[in-house]
């Protein structure tokens, strides 16, 4: 009114003074700082695919503008809300020029780079939430001057350093969220000077040091989520006194002590208190039961001892987990606190594995129908395995292995058709597998070795066809395998029926395995010629068939294994020569070819050049190495050692007697029931074990030589371990990033038990210390010599050859199946499933065959269904991340982790490969995109759209061929476009609309084919 007031003093015409009231309307009149200020933060949003900051213009009154409110008496900016709005880019330092501003939410987002300063000038704000986000570096200490915050979330973010000291001026605050982040140092003591303070939750970073006792200050605290640390010493007794607490949550760090006595009544609130994978000792105090509001009661993974207390106060329990720690007595009555909540039916986890508790099956747990998980594995127990289990119709994972239960196996487990994990190894059960077990569909895990069952092995298991791993070994089982086992098309992880009685041949549907990667028949008495369609199964890794009847020769089509580790074909009555493929195989690390009929040349190359990896002993072989002292070959009038047709009649009347001979004597042997114990080195989990010594050898001290590769948490060097004689790729991680330990882990747990011909393969690990003391971690990988699928498509000119790379265009549809292959196994095939998160063209590695690998699992998670709401995964502890271009748009909306988070970036890939555009090239903007730009060129300009390098070849191919009527070219466009469909359907902005990665792949599969032909 000021301006107006003197434009009227000075006679301003009346127009003029209706344009300025206009003005003021419109610009705020006064607070043009505050639009200033929203248009400069405007400018650093990179990437705003919900068009949010379409509506921040001058048109409107910034106060109209989407995610903004403002105050009613001066029009200034009091609340900035953009959560989950999938921007991108850095948050302005201008955000300190708002200085009403009293909420500041832009969490679930995709902001990067660190926090402004200037976010301390805002002296009025109350609620600061910048979690889910990519901000990295220091918390600035400049926030100390937000000194009226009420709430602060900096969680799921990766900083570093410590929290800052000068925190300790915000002694308002009732909430401080700091979770996954790196954040190194010790809690804050000053935290106990804050007498509003409801929440804390540091959960997972790498604080160290002890609790603060000051916390036990904080008259009005709720909940304490600390997990994830370093923190040692114990819980400060002061934190007892809070009666206020509903959550006290302290597991993985390294606290120690023991239960307070009265915990059931002093928190008489709490429903959770988690102190696993502690060292806490001492026993559980029977005041537990009148903790009546708990809900999870959590302290597996420590020293605890004594029996467990009643239950029967507990009504609202749902979550048990005491495993690993030493409790019970091993005798009768160890879980008569099980009998207390038997009319409970809310109990959903029962976790008390791996203890010391004895007596029988407790009856009492048939009644808890709502149970999911129960594990009992790993103790004392003994007894039957009652028939009333078949009441538990909602159990997923029923573990009993590693106790002493006896009789058999109720058939009614068939009832538990929920099931997905079932574990009866190492008991003494006897009787016939039940075939009931045929209804179990959806069961991934069948463990049943170490047992006494008999009988034979039941068809309707068959019918399982989820299976990943069925291990019925070490048994009485008699019979023929059944072809309907074999037919699994599921199988991927193991399938043993090792040291049992079965008979017969070895089905020719084994040729169906083709994800199998470790199949054990040895130790029975199978007879007939080895299958030649086991060669189809063409991922597998390890393959035991000692002490059997086999004979005849090893099929040629067994040289389809190209990823093959071990084989074991010892003590049968193969014959023939040694196939010269086997010495052709790469992988192929032990060869027991010990006490068959082989003849003629042993090679002399690949893995027989090594006498301790191949054993060929008791045969009628010569030549080879020196180290194996066989007898030169000397043939007469042959070639290679084949006898003459004389001499191979007699022979063949000799070995008939003899083979027959044998086989009644090793009948008889084995109606006695005499078991032969397999080898040690019969462990599929070796490895080869390395040193920091080894690995500096390797890579002649990590010179820069050898360096083939930078990222962000490490460096790749290229290397040769001398005692095995094997190209190497190493990862030496930089443990200066605080999250390369954690991608580490990650990688480890990702490819510890998986194994696909389309997986980078893990050798081996490293964690030890440098010549200077400090912490080194290393990952072994299989060196794949044609580097990375980004060379290729953004090819590099050598300068000195003048040459670049390019791929044709079988290459590129091959890769793609490849990587579609291998995600299917992720995401179908492995339990729990495997969630890559991070893939692009630089993950995915190429060998010499040109055939893709999936590589880089530094983010990768793996989750577990649960029936809670809150579900907790199985999970490494790495932020969700990815890549911007490839990363699923939902995911900055802060989604769950899903398969089709991958299938996303798999469709981006695809088009990618086919366009040769990177999804962040510049010229995707003003909410165009890689898949938007595709889309809109389909079908009838698919030849724009195409890689140049692509198209001239396809013109070139077609051009030459004699196709009067263009067919050819018809055929190519065709194809095509159904591949480019296939991305475009895959890298849909709605998850529910995209395709499945089975259907990718069949229909590339399709066009290959179609291509082909």
């Not at 114990?677 to 010594?693: A, C, D, E, F, H």
């Not at 529910?992 to 291509?1011: C, F, N, P």
């Amino acid at each position: 009114m000021g301006n107006l007031v003197f434009f009227q003093k000075s006679r301003f015409p009346f127009y003029a003074t209706i344009l300025l009231l206009f003005f003021c309307t419109v610009h705020g009149g006064g607070n043009e700082t505050d639009q200033l200020a929203l248009l400069e933060f405007k400018k650093k949003i990179s990437n705003d695919p919900l068009g949010i900051m379409s509506s921040w213009n001058l048109s409107y009154h910034f106060c109209q503008w989407r995610g903004i409110t403002c105050g009613k008496l001066h029009q200034r900016v009091t609340i900035l809300n953009l959560s989950s709005q999938r921007l991108q880019g850095s948050i302005s330092p201008y955000i300190g020029n708002l200085t009403f501003l009293q909420r500041l939410n832009l969490n679930n987002n995709s902001f990067n780079g660190e926090i402004p300063p200037q976010i301390g000038n805002l002296r009025r704000l109350q609620v600061l939430r910048l979690d889910e986000n990519l901000l990295s570096g220091e918390i600035p200490s400049n926030i100390s001057g937000c000194s009226n915050l009420l709430y602060i979330n900096l969680g799921s973010n990766s900083f570093v350093g410590q929290i800052p000291s000068e925190f300790g001026a915000l002694t308002k605050l009732r909430t401080i969220t700091l979770e996954y982040n790196n954040l190194t140092g010790g809690l804050p003591p000053y935290f106990g000077n804050f007498s509003d303070l409801e929440g804390i939750s540091t959960t997972v970073n790498n604080l160290g040091g002890t609790i603060p006792d000051s916390l036990g200050q904080l008259k009005k605290l709720l909940y304490l989520f600390m997990g994830g640390n370093l923190l040692s010493g114990t819980i400060p007794p002061s934190i007892y006194n809070l009666s206020s607490m509903y959550v006290l949550c302290v597991p993985q760090n390294k606290l120690h002590g023991t239960i307070p006595s009265d915990l059931g009544n002093i928190f008489p609130r709490m429903t959770e208190y988690n102190i696993g994978d502690n060292l806490f000792t001492g026993t559980i105090p029977a005041s537990l039961s009148n903790a009546s509001n708990l809900e999870r009661f959590t302290i597996a993974i420590n020293g605890i001892s004594g029996n467990m207390p009643s239950l029967e106060k507990l009504q609202k329990l749902w979550w048990l987990s005491i495993s690993t720690n030493n409790l019970g007595t091993g005798r009768d009555g160890d879980l008569d606190f099980l009998n207390t909540v038997s009319n409970k039916t809310s109990l959903e986890r029962i976790a008390i594995n791996s203890n010391n508790f004895g007596g029988s099956f407790p009856i009492s747990i048939t009644n808890f129908t709502s149970l999911s998980i129960l594990t009992l594995d790993k103790n004392n127990l003994h007894g039957n395995i009652p028939a009333e289990i078949g009441n538990l119709v909602n159990l997923e994972w029923m573990y009993t292995g590693g106790n002493k239960f006896t009789g058999h196996i109720p058939e009614e487990i068939g009832k538990l058709i929920q099931l997905k994990k079932l574990d009866f190894q190492g008991n003494g059960l006897t009787g016939n597998i039940p075939a009931s077990l045929g209804n179990l569909t959806q069961l991934t895990h069948l463990y049943m070795y170490n047992n006494s069952l008999s009988g034979v092995i039941p068809p309707t298991l068959g019918k399982c066809q989820s299976l990943l791993l069925l291990n019925l070994n070490q048994n009485n089982l008699s019979g023929p395998i059944p072809r309907e086992i074999m037919s699994i098309p599921s199988l991927s992880i193991y399938l043993g029926m090792s040291q049992n009685n079965l008979n017969g041949s070895l089905p020719l549907e084994v040729g169906t395995l083709i994800n199998l990667g470790v199949l054990d028949v040895s130790h029975n008495m199978l007879s007939g010629e080895i299958p030649p369609t086991l060669g189809s199964s063409i991922r597998l890794e390890f393959l035991y068939m000692q002490h059997n009847f086999f004979q005849g020769n090893i099929p040629e089509s067994l040289s389809s294994l190209k990823g093959i580790q071990v084989i074991d074909c010892s003590y049968n009555y193969l014959s023939g020569n040694i196939p010269e493929f086997l010495a052709d195989f790469d992988s192929l690390r032990r060869l027991n070819l010990s006490f068959n009929d082989f003849v003629g040349m042993v090679p002399e190359k690949g893995i027989f050049k090594n006498s301790s990896a191949a054993s060929v002993v008791g045969n009628k072989l010569c030549g080879g190495i020196a180290e194996l002292q066989l007898s030169k070959c000397n043939f007469r009038n042959s070639r290679k050692g084949r006898l003459t047709l004389t001499s191979k009649l007699v022979i063949a009347a000799s070995a008939t007697v003899c083979v027959a001979l044998a086989m009644s004597i090793l009948y008889f042997l084995y109606a006695k029931k005499i078991r032969v114990k397999p080898t040690s080195s019969s462990s599929v989990n070796s490895l080869l074990q390395v040193s920091y010594q080894s690995l500096l050898e390797a890579t002649n001290k990590f010179s820069s030589s050898n360096l083939i590769g930078v990222g962000s948490f490490g460096s790749v060097y290229k290397g040769i371990l001398e005692k095995e004689e094997k190209v190497v790729a190493i990862k030496v991680l930089n443990l200066v990033n605080p999250r390369a330990s954690k991608s580490f882990q990650a990688e480890c747990e990702a490819l510890r038990n998986i194994r696909h011909r389309n997986l980078v393969k893990l050798i081996t690990a490293c964690s030890s210390v440098d010549y200077q003391g400090n912490d080194f971690k290393a990952l072994v990988y299989e060196f794949l010599a044609y580097g990375s699928l980004e060379e290729w498509l953004h090819p590099i000119i050598n300068i000195q050859a003048q040459i670049q790379r390019s791929l044709n265009l079988f290459q590129r549809l091959n890769i793609p199946i490849d990587v579609a292959s291998a995600l299917e196994y992720l995401h179908h095939y492995c339990e729990p499933p495997v969630v890559h998160c991070d893939l692009k063209p630089n993950n995915v590695l190429l060998d010499d065959q040109m055939v893709g690998h999936i590589g880089d699992f530094g983010l990768a998670r793996f989750f577990l269904k649960t029936t809670q709401n809150n579900a907790a995964p199985l999970s490494s502890t790495i932020g969700i991340r990815g890549t911007i271009g490839y990363t699923a748009p939902e995911y900055g909306m802060g989604n769950e982790v899903s398969k089709l988070g991958d299938v996303h970036s798999y469709g981006v890939l695809l088009l990618e490969m086919f366009t040769g555009k990177r999804p962040t090239d510049e010229m995707f903007k003003d909410g165009m995109n890689l898949h938007t730009y595709a889309k809109a060129s389909l079908p009838k300009l698919v030849e724009e759209i195409l890689d140049p390098f692509l198209l001239q070849e396809v013109k070139g191919d077609v051009s030459s061929r004699k196709d009067p009527q263009n067919q050819g070219n018809y055929v190519i466009e065709e194809c095509l476009i159904s591949i480019f469909e296939v991305g475009i359907a895959c890298s849909d902005e709605f998850p529910s609309e995209r395709m499945s990665i089975k259907d990718a792949t069949a229909q590339l599969i399709g066009v290959k084919e179609k291509l082909l032909n």
